[in-house]
């Protein structure tokens, strides 16, 4: 990144004007064909949900938001990834990031495309907690469809991101004490939202989110204990400001060993991005192949 390691690892700085913020965060304002983009993404998911073997809505918890599709491949015990969407916590469904799923069951994984309720409806710290569910749901039955618990890395994209990452620093061990340390071997986080307090000021974001310094604070993943497996965090390099910076801080607060590869793909936005994790060859599909041990 062209930005100072002094630069990148700041925090932002105070005295900006709401506008600032929204400019700044505000994706689908910053993207005009961010329409088009999202139907490319419903069709493709519903053509993926169509092709692939698999099992679509199971549940997870009790809650209507507590959802996931299981998409089968025919590696016996396979590596297992779980797919986290974006959309600020507030918007988008598991059903318009099916298309992910394609090219990992082709390469040999068992994926897993998980939903979550939306704020404002509940907190952000909910979602977290569904999340957890989710991951240790997929823990006890990835073997009923054919996937290895011991290999489980997580990806997600945008808030997806922060819930990725959040995934990787959780201590599972106190969420239930029969499960496994490193329940999560590893995670790959694209256009990640790592510090939260600067959503707080965007007026576009800050009512739906509800956050108060503390719980952004708690909820942020630069906050958290540094884990013990890799994440490989990801940005557009066409992206804001403030996504590069949230990029570079990750690698800043948890250190070179926790956050092996940081970087900026260059060309690509903050809905293309996702793409490169979609597309067999790109330097993205394949660092998220490398963490499922599955040859690129």
Excluded at 54 to 65: F, Q, R, V
Excluded at 125 to 141: D, K, N, P, Y
Excluded at 184 to 189: I, K, T
Excluded at 241 to 265: H, S, Y
Aim: proline share 8%.
């Amino acid at each position: 990144m062209s930005r100072s390691d002094n630069d990148a690892g700041a925090t932002a700085a105070p005295g900006h004007p709401p506008e600032w913020f929204d400019a700044q965060y505000n994706n689908r304002a910053r993207i005009p064909e961010h329409l088009a983009i999202l139907r490319e993404w419903a069709e493709r998911s519903a053509a993926a949900r169509a092709a692939l073997p698999g099992t679509l809505d199971i549940a997870y918890g009790s809650e209507p938001g507590e959802r996931l599709d299981v998409f089968t491949t025919a590696r016996p015990r396979a590596p297992v990834l779980v797919y986290i969407h974006g959309g600020y916590w507030r918007a988008l469904d598991k059903r318009d990031a099916s298309f992910i799923a394609a090219p990992f069951v082709a390469a040999g994984a068992l994926v897993v495309v998980t939903n979550y309720a939306l704020c404002p409806a509940v907190s952000i710290a909910t979602i977290v907690r569904q999340q957890q569910a989710a991951l240790a749901w997929v823990w006890r039955h990835a073997a009923e469809h054919g996937g290895d618990p011991a290999r489980i890395v997580v990806a997600g994209h945008s808030a997806g991101g922060q819930l990725a990452a959040t995934m990787l620093a959780t201590d599972w061990r106190a969420i239930e004490p029969g499960l496994p340390a490193d329940l999560v071997r590893g995670a790959l986080s694209l256009s990640g939202v790592f510090e939260l307090e600067p959503l707080r000021h965007a007026p576009f974001l800050a009512p739906d989110l509800k956050l108060d310094a503390a719980a952004a604070e708690r909820l942020s993943p630069v906050a958290m204990p540094a884990p013990r497996r890799p994440l490989f965090a990801l940005v557009g390099g066409d992206e804001s400001e403030e996504f590069l910076r949230q990029n570079a801080l990750i690698r800043t607060a948890w250190g070179a060993a926790a956050v092996p590869v940081c970087e900026a793909v260059p060309g690509r936005n903050h809905m293309s991005v996702l793409r490169e994790l979609a597309e067999p060859g790109a330097r993205t599909h394949r660092l998220a192949l490398e963490l499922l041990g599955l040859p690129g």
